[in-house]
């Protein structure tokens, strides 16, 4: 279902006293919002790609978001699987777009990279927000955000509240999976570990998958959406040492050492541990 900017049939050309398709979607600020600081034609594919993950990961949030909520509930889990398996789709848009901007050579970045200033990908809240969400928590990473009291508020309220994966591991001891009481009321903005009996847990669920079925499909949304998401900052990784090799990231990072540390480090760590004990 999508909306076309073009109407074969003539029709409805005087909008003068209806919504358009711009108004809809309030394309001249949408369109407007690319202004490049150089002369460099390059840049304009930098700020696009990156005005598209931003929007991106705003759909993902809202998914997310969504999907939290339902596994807070004992309703039907049917709704929240389908917005996990949206997120993974969203993820799909994400890699993709890193192919494209593996279009930029070393040359073309450093023509207008010196513009950037200290502003670097490493300072997307939205992409933090993302993170705490599916339960990497780490305060730190708010500094990067203290010239906006509002986004230090807003993630700091995040971090201090149950991740997607705990709500899945609240769900399991409802369902009455024997969690360890002391796992359940660990402080959500601490880094997740793994635990013995969540991973026991979801042996369980996936020894028997028919009795527990719903519960089965749950980890299988969760570990496509992670696999995207390992899949997303694997492709980020690749196209960064593409174009700019080891050098310094712009916000003072270490570039794709950086990158490279947050690779393979798991969401749901018993998801991904049960499979050598299946």
Known sequence: MSMSPVDPSGAHTDFSKAMSYGDYLDLDTLLAAQKPLSDSHDEMLFIVMHQTAELWMKLAIHE?????????????????????????RIQTQLIAQWDVLSTMTPADYLSFRDKLGHSSGFQSYQYRTLEYLLGSKDPAMIRPHSHRPDLVDQLTTLLGEPSLYDCCIALLARRGFAIDPSHLARDPASPYQANDSVKAAWITVYRDPT????????????????????????????????????????????????LKRAVGRPFFPELWDLRTDL
């Open 64 to 88: 997310l978001l969504a999907a939290r909520r339902l596994l807070q509930g004992d309703g039907d889990l049917r709704p929240a699987f389908k917005m996990l398996a949206r997120v993974s």
């Open 211 to 258: 009795t527990h079925w719903d519960l089965y499909e749950l980890a299988e949304e969760l570990v496509d959406v992670e696999d995207s998401f390992q899949l997303w900052r694997f492709r980020h990784v690749t196209t960064v040492q593409r174009i700019i090799g080891f050098k310094t990231g712009t916000g003072g990072t270490a570039g794709v050492g950086y």
